[in-house]
Each structure stands twice: as C-alpha cells, then as structure tokens.
Nanobody
Framework: QVQVVESGGGLVQAGSSLKLSCAAS????????TGWYRRLPGKERDLVAG???????IYLDTVKDRFAISRDNIKNEVYLQMNNLQSTDTGVYYC?????????WGQGTQVTVSS
C-alpha cells in the first residue's frame, strides 16, 4: 500500500516562493507518474504539473513559467517549486500518484497568497 503526504504549504505574500513536497511511502515501485493538483476556491480540482517515470513533465499553461516539478527517486519525493506566487494561486494543493491501476491522493496542503 502506497501512502502520500504533502507538506510545504503556508501563507506568503504575492511575489514570494514556496516549495511543496510530496513524500511517498510503502511499495513505491509501482508508481508510474505523480501529479500536483490544486483546488481553487469554488472550483474543481485541476492538474497543475505532472511528472512520469521517464522524467517527462507537463504543466498547466498559467503556471508553466513560474512553477517547476521535480523528483528525488532516492527519497521517493516529488517537489513543486512555485515562484512569483499570486493571489490567484491560493488554494489547496494535492499530490496524486498513479500506482498500477490505482490513484492515491494525499490529504492536501493549503497555499494562501496575500496580495
């Protein structure tokens, strides 16, 4: 069983940076891809960035020039570096890993950007 825990959220001012971490534990050998999602206030949860086992990355158009996803295979962690944060980035950020036919979600971490 794979478990996922996010960390790194917080309250920052506009223009600041945050780095989110997604730590996977358990039988992580089945993980094929990891994605960071966010739920903005009153909106559905959307994919922000993703990375697969080959290192290929994808980004939401509105963040691709400010956010960067990376991973540490030794630590089984995936990171989301978020730069030049704006108030419109405020929301709950979730990590999702694909493990075989299953998707495992973390509990989410709150990011609040004050203008």
């Amino acid at each position: 069983q794979v478990q996922v825990v996010e960390s790194g959220g917080g309250l920052v001012q506009a223009g600041s940076s945050l780095k989110l971490s997604c730590a996977a534990s358990g039988d992580t050998s089945c993980i094929s891809q990891t994605g960071w999602y966010r739920r903005l206030p009153g909106k559905e949860r959307d994919l922000v960035a993703g990375i697969n086992s080959n290192g290929r990355t994808i980004y939401l158009d509105t963040v691709k020039d400010r956010f960067a996803i990376s991973r540490d295979n030794i630590k089984n962690e995936v990171y989301l570096q978020m730069n030049n944060l704006q108030s419109t980035d405020t929301g709950v950020y979730y990590c999702r890993v694909s493990c075989g036919l299953s998707d495992i979600w973390g509990q989410g971490t709150q990011v609040t950007v004050s203008s």
